[in-house]
């Protein structure tokens, strides 16, 4: 017992040394992200996303005076109480400057309503999407580089009709966001004057879904909308579905949108029969292509949900701070508008130098992102630009902008 | 000075957040400490007060039905009352059965709560949760909005100490003892065995439902994640287990310390570099785990062993 | 040279001291009871043989060799079979099985030796394949002490096998006995029925408060004045009787 | 009536076949070491990924790995009794329970610390159905996993029926007191518990990745149907927990078939809830389980 005691005090001790020695000059900003729980497997490139970021701005100058810009991460769970512990930890403890994240929608509305709007830290989330975000009550504290469901919901829509559906078939898991985006998608769908022939709500996590897509295959529907995470309920239901003969055409949004489903399902199947929307720039955007070559050089795929988000919006956090030309939180939350919109000098992924010289300079900044030109509305929401992606001949997504 | 006021918050909220799963562990200690009602079901209870608790006091929303706007004071008795009702329909159910079917009973139901706050959309919101939940002194400027919600939890938590305390050493509480620890004895000194269980259940439900609704107005929003059986089941056991089952005062500081042990590590390891800090969020995991196994296997009796009340000649 | 020797032995479970100074023999080819009031700890004694109290003091000898506190499972091996009063056979295994159990720790081919008991016990051979929690009481009994004899002990150790049984039963159970002795095995056996139990006994010892009170052989003891007083008196001790079983109920004594 | 077999019946044979091998397992240690052991699930986990580790290793297919899999498992999880659960064979049910459930965060999170917590599947692609008499559509894994899971249930059938080892097991499982005394070995019957639950879970957790996909939480969330399926069937009681598997299976994806109109009989979302509420109903009206009385 005395033996693991010593082990402990000896291994916080050396975390201790770690801690200190890396405070000198530098700037943190939090990082909350559902590590464990639900998404685990979303996360991990969200966060190499803001990795990167980080990492990039360390290597071209620094924040202000060449500080180092360190990520804090804090572990949301995707559950409100840890979503509030983390904020707690990384605003108090740690001292941040600003937040990017948290993830899931649950644990932002915790972390910011309980902890970062009282304290005034400004909170930038890559990839909660829930519509209630929006009208939060948040003294410009709460923004996001993820579009509201709101938007993705009635985009997909439109695609469904725009390529010619007109009777769907369409099952959400019951989280907060796929039930966030079903609900618009139906809503528009309905008001294109498409028909929904049957909508089932189904419980994330089950080992097979034969049974509810038996149900839902019965009106004779052109096709399956499906709102699910890939790994929670996703590929399980177009494996069950291709499997039994139910489907063969899918539509679903971008909490689907990853390799491991081509990977999984097999290229051939796949190829001709889906459609997944995705918030994303143009894959030939020259911001989208600056982001994705580094990404990729990490070991991470650049077209993983939300990763590029991640990036996007940790580069806006330290925009924002070499815009306040300081690390009061007050002011970095005012200079965050700024710097995402125009007008000013186009800033894009990785161009972290050019950016330091023109803020030097006294020009404004506006950063044009790997996911779009992330432009606030009022409500600290994008409008965000989506493409729609197919299997490509390679066996890989390949998107376009959807115009 | 910064930082140390910011220490000063971080202290405060883990003293809030010890101070709220110290009112679960509380509630626990009464089923399986004093009883030996093994329930594994907190988190049915805990969701069941929060969402009574968040609806009623919330302002009225088109998310969820209601909201009522009751006044704090009001929708916590009534999420007390509410958990009360559903923990004396689980006891009836359940009573009779042997200790380990009891937890499976009692985890298969919390699981089937969590379903019915997440399904039934119209009332709850769904899994999208119950946003501007009203927290208790809000209004005051930082930090005095954080000193008194702890005040708040640590008054609540005292009250139930001091309650806990009096029954513990009253004639009830030395025939739970009693009970624990000699059913057919107690049943044959003439003690109606499975009415002072259930009256022990109850009592134990209610105490969750409280720290139900106080976790819901601390977070001002609640969601069917946050019934989760890992931290509202699983954690409450590992704390009261560590400050010594059977002992009020164990699983208040029980509460306060593997809290702040489950929130404070993460500081530690989020240092690591890149990959090693997410993994060693795992990590963290791991090492509730195998802490949970050195003290049943070491420390049996927890950090403050049970005080044995004489049961007298009855026992 | 004794088969089975208890000398001076003190212990009980955990720490409270139920035996006090307690000695007895068993020879070869004898069959010995132990009789004496309830708490007298006569179970008691008979688990100190296999190991299942804490003994604080006092030995036991198995042929001369010492196997105080020994393990339950060692015993087994060293010859040595034990049939509880209650739970004494596995009622979801068949009574096959039951049998094939008793031969456990056997290595050997044990065809013959169960060829043998269904000989001792004629009503188990119908009944082999049902699970023996179904059988009547006494035939329950005959598993339990079948199972025993399937190890063909150095030594049987009987706790009230005629417990719970009717007067029928109860006197082919000591017939079984007597047969079972008669076909050389020595026997330790607790008995409340103490009259039915001294006609059948070599020599008996007679415990009070955990402590040797008397010994003799049965027949003596059947004549012993104060012994029929005790136990084999009219009326009085059978106006006792329920109150002692109603105390036998509770858990473990 | 053909959507009712394809998309309802069959699914439910073969995921009542999964929950069936795990039950065994779960039962086993109920009725031979008394608790309910909640890192079952972790434990079928384990087997999973020790397969998929194999085949990327090898690229064999993961039923020939199968065995592979079993053996070292059980290596596994009789060195997880020895440092976990030996210390507690006198304590009290609610402790063992409580260092189970330890066990299961731990084991959880060396999965996750060492494979990750990305998705993986062991054979990529799908496989269509064969199809019978133009209607009965059977995919061949399907076949594949309810086969090979009839020839596991005889296989332990035989092991309990017929192996001195395994009545010892049903022995030691009616009463472990009168088990020590006939002098059964019972520190071997422990072993062989465990050995015979681990082969079962590494089956469990096997087939259903081979259904569908491997994860870190995949045992987890069947360890609830898993636990119903024994108790459905009777704790401590190998064959029941075989019917209760496939009973709560089958009744999981029975229960959202249309039986009463067009719309299923009850919402997809509550079908996870199906399993625990036989469970207590068994629980509260047949304590013993469905199949009281006479097992074999």
């Not at chain 1, 803001?50 to 924040?63: C, E, K, P, S, V």
């Not at chain 3, 139990?197 to 009170?213: E, Q």
Request: charged share 15%.
């Amino acid at each position: 017992m005395m033996k693991t005691f010593k082990q402990l005090a000896l291994a916080s001790t050396m975390l201790a040394f770690v801690g200190t020695a890396a405070i000198a000059d530098e700037i943190k900003v939090g990082s909350v992200a559902g590590v464990t729980g639900p998404i685990a497997e979303l996360v991990v490139p969200i966060v190499a996303g803001r990795q990167m970021a980080a990492d990039q701005i360390n290597a071209a100058g620094g924040l202000l005076n060449g500080d180092t810009m360190t990520m804090v991460l804090a572990d949301s769970q995707c559950d409100p109480k840890a979503g509030v512990d983390a904020g707690t930890k990384v605003v108090n403890v740690e001292q941040v400057v600003a937040i990017v994240g948290a993830s899931c929608s649950g644990a932002t509305n915790g972390m910011v309503q309980s902890v970062t709007i009282p304290a005034g830290v400004v909170a930038l989330s890559d990839s909660a999407t829930a519509p209630s975000i929006t009208d939060l009550d948040d003294n410009d504290l709460v923004f996001r580089v993820a579009a509201s469901d709101a938007y993705q919901g009635a985009a997909i829509a439109q695609l469904a009709w725009d390529q010619g559906y007109r009777t769907l078939a369409m099952t959400y898991a019951n989280d907060d966001y796929n039930a966030g985006l079903a609900g618009v998608f139906e809503a528009a769908f309905k008001g294109l004057g498409g028909t929904i022939t049957s909508n089932q709500m189904h419980e994330p996590n089950k080992a097979s879904y034969r049974s509810e897509l038996s149900t839902l295959s019965g009106n004779g529907a052109e096709g399956l909308a499906i709102f699910a995470y890939y790994g929670g309920s996703g590929i399980a239901i177009m494996r069950n579905a291709l499997e039994a003969g139910l489907f063969e055409k899918f539509l679903a949004a971008d909490g689907m949108f990853d390799q491991s489903v081509i990977d999984q399902i097999g290229a051939d199947v796949l190829r001709d029969n889906i459609m997944i929307t995705q918030a994303a720039s143009d894959y030939d955007d020259p911001s989208y292509v600056a982001f994705a070559g580094a990404f990729e050089a990490t070991g991470h795929s650049p077209q993983a949900p939300y990763a590029a988000h991640g990036y996007d919006a940790a580069f806006l956090i330290a925009l924002a701070i070499e815009k306040a030309g300081s690390t009061d939180r007050a002011a970095i939350s005012a200079a965050l508008r700024e710097v995402a919109g125009p007008p000013g000098v186009v800033i894009r992924p990785g161009e972290w130098a050019k950016a330091k010289a023109a803020i030097a300079a006294g020009q404004d900044v506006n950063y044009e992102g790997a996911v779009g030109n992330n432009d606030f509305d009022g409500n600290g929401d994008v409008t965000g630009l989506f493409s729609v992606n197919v299997v490509g001949a390679d066996g890989k997504w390949t998107g376009n902008l959807i115009r | 000075m910064d930082q140390l006021y910011g220490y000063s918050l971080y202290g405060l909220s883990l003293l809030t957040f010890g101070g709220i799963y110290a009112m679960l562990a509380l509630g626990l200690n009464i089923q399986l400490g004093f009883t030996g009602l093994f329930n594994a079901g907190i988190a049915g209870f805990f969701v069941v007060g929060a969402y009574v608790s968040a609806i009623l006091s919330t302002a009225p929303s088109e998310r969820h039905i209601g909201g009522f706007d009751w006044p704090i004071p009001f929708s916590l008795v009534a999420a007390m009352v509410v958990s009360a009702l559903i923990g004396w329909a689980v006891a009836r159910i359940c009573m009779r059965l042997r200790a380990d079917y009891l937890a499976i009973a009692t985890l298969g139901i919390a699981e089937i709560l969590r379903l019915i706050f997440k399904n039934e959309t119209d009332l709850t919101n769904g899994a999208r949760g119950v946003s501007y939940i009203p927290k208790p002194y809000e209004s005051l400027a930082q930090p005095w909005n954080h000193v008194m919600m702890t005040v708040v939890v640590l008054a609540i938590v005292a009250v139930l100490y001091f309650m806990l305390e009096r029954a513990r050493k009253s004639p009830w509480g030395r025939v739970m003892a009693a009970i624990r620890e000699n059913e057919d004895s107690a049943r044959a000194a003439g003690k109606n065995v499975d009415r002072l269980r259930v009256q022990a259940f109850v009592v134990g439900s209610a105490m969750m439902g409280l720290g139900g609704g106080m976790m819901a107005h601390h977070l001002k929003f609640i969601d069917p994640n946050a019934a989760d059986p890992t931290t509202a089941t699983f954690l409450v056991f590992v704390m009261l287990i560590v400050g010594g089952s059977g002992n009020n005062k164990g699983a208040i500081v029980g509460a306060l310390l593997m809290w702040t042990i489950w929130s404070a590590t993460e500081i530690f390891t989020s240092m690591l570099p890149g990959d090693l800090a997410i993994r060693s969020a795992y990590i963290r995991v791991f090492l509730i785990g195998l802490m949970l196994q050195i003290m049943l296997q070491k420390f049996p009796q927890g950090l403050f062993p049970e005080k044995r009340l004489e049961t007298g000649s009855s026992g | 040279m004794a088969i089975l020797e208890l000398e001076n032995i003190h212990g009980g479970y955990g720490q409270t001291e139920i035996l006090h100074d307690i000695s007895m023999r068993v020879e070869p080819g004898e069959i010995v009871v132990i009789i004496g009031p309830n708490g007298a700890g006569k179970s008691t004694a008979m688990k100190s043989v296999f190991g299942l109290l804490n003994l604080t003091s006092g030995r036991i000898l198995l042929d001369d060799v010492d196997i105080t506190n020994t393990p339950p499972e060692k015993v087994v091996r060293q010859g040595v079979c034990y049939v509880p009063q209650t739970g004494n056979i596995f009622p979801n295994l068949s009574v096959h099985e039951n049998l094939e159990m008793g031969a456990y720790v056997r290595q050997d081919d044990f065809s013959g030796r169960l060829d043998e008991i269904y000989e001792l016990f004629p009503p188990l051979v119908e009944k082999r394949n049902l699970p023996a929690g179904t059988l009547s009481g006494g035939q329950r009994q005959m598993v339990a002490m079948g199972k025993a004899l399937m190890l063909d002990p150095k030594i049987l150790l009987l706790d009230e096998p005629s417990a719970g049984l009717s007067p029928k039963y109860r006197g082919e159970i000591f017939k079984v006995v007597r047969d079972i002795n008669e076909a050389g095995t020595p026997i330790l056996m607790v008995e409340q029925n103490a009259k039915q139990a001294l006609g059948i006994a070599d020599r008996a010892y007679i415990l009070v408060d955990g402590k040797n009170r008397l010994d003799d052989t049965g027949k003596n003891l059947l004549a012993n004045k104060e012994v029929a007083e005790m136990f084999l008196g009219g009326g009085k001790t059978e106006v006792k009787k329920p109150a002692v079983r109603k105390a036998r109920g509770t858990p473990k004594t | 009536m053909i959507d009712f077999i394809n998309f309802h019946l069959i699914p439910g044979l073969v995921l009542g076949s999964i929950y069936a091998l795990g039950a065994i397992g779960v039962t086993l240690t109920f009725g031979i070491l008394r608790f309910a052991n909640f890192a079952h699930g972790e434990i079928m986990t384990l087997g999973a990924y020790l397969t998929l580790t194999m085949m990327w290793l090898t690229g064999w297919h993961p039923l020939i790995l199968l065995p592979v899999t079993m053996v070292i498992l059980s290596l596994i999880v009789i060195g997880m009794d020895q440092a976990f659960f030996k210390p507690f064979r006198n304590s009290p049910a609610v402790t063992v329970v409580i260092a189970s459930f330890g066990l299961m965060l731990m084991i959880r999170s060396v999965t996750q610390f060492s494979w990750g917590a990305q998705l993986q599947a062991f054979v990529p692609g799908i496989q269509r159905p064969n199809v019978f008499f133009d209607a009965l559509r059977i995919s061949p894994k399907h076949i594949l996993i309810v086969i090979s899971a009839m020839v596991l249930m005889l296989v332990v059938h035989w092991v309990l029926a017929h192996t001195r080892i395994g009545k010892a097991m049903r022995a030691m499982s009616d009463s472990p007191e009168l088990a020590r005394l006939t002098g059964i070995n019972t520190e071997l019957v422990i072993k062989a518990t465990w050995i015979l639950g681990a082969c079962m879970a590494a089956a469990a957790g096997v087939f259903l990745a081979y259904d569908s996909h491997v994860s870190t939480m995949m045992g987890f969330q069947i360890l609830l149907p898993t636990f119903a399926a024994a108790i459905v069937g009777g704790i401590g009681r190998p064959y029941g927990a075989m019917a209760g598997g496939l009973l709560i299976g089958v009744t999981e994806e029975l229960s959202s078939y249309a039986w009463l109109g067009d719309g299923p009989l009850l919402e997809p979302g509550y079908k996870a809830g199906v399993s625990f509420a036989i469970m207590i109903g068994v629980l509260i009206w047949r304590p013993s389980g469905l199949f009281r009385g006479r097992v074999f």
